[in-house]
């Protein structure tokens, strides 16, 4: 079982940026891809975001097109996620989340997830 960590959540004004972490063991940043998957109150989690083994991103939703990158470093085995311009409807817990593969826009697609870190923006 692989274990992904996020970190750098925290509450942020609106328009403000944000940048999350997600720490993972072992070897598995090197050759999978990786997604950020945002889950609001009473929402069901959503694929936003993902990033290849090469480092193609790929934006999904289009709710955060031009304004959060996904980014990779397989020597630090971490996957960042760099938010700018939040909107309070980016409210949510952040999941990252991790397949061997192909990205895919379908969270269930992905076998490793982490623990969620929570990110409140304020208007």
């Known amino acids: 079982q692989v274990q992904l960590v996020e970190s750098g959540g925290g509450s942020v004004q609106a328009g403000g940026p944000l940048r999350l972490s997600c720490a993972a063991a072992g070897r598995i940043f090197s050759t999978t891809v990786k997604a950020w998957c945002p889950q609001a109150p009473g929402k069901e989690r959503e694929l936003v975001v993902a990033i290849s083994w090469k480092g193609d991103n790929t934006p999904y939703a289009d709710s955060v097109k031009g304004r959060f990158t996904i980014a990779s470093n397989n020597a630090k085995n971490t996957v960042y996620l760099q938010m700018n311009s939040l909107k309070p409807e980016d409210t949510a817990v952040y999941y990252c989340?991790?397949?061997?593969?192909?990205?895919?826009?379908?969270?269930?697609?992905?076998?490793?997830w982490g623990q969620g870190t929570q990110v409140t923006v304020s208007s």
């Open positions: 989340a991790a397949r061997y593969g192909s990205t895919s826009s379908f969270d269930n697609d992905y076998n490793y």
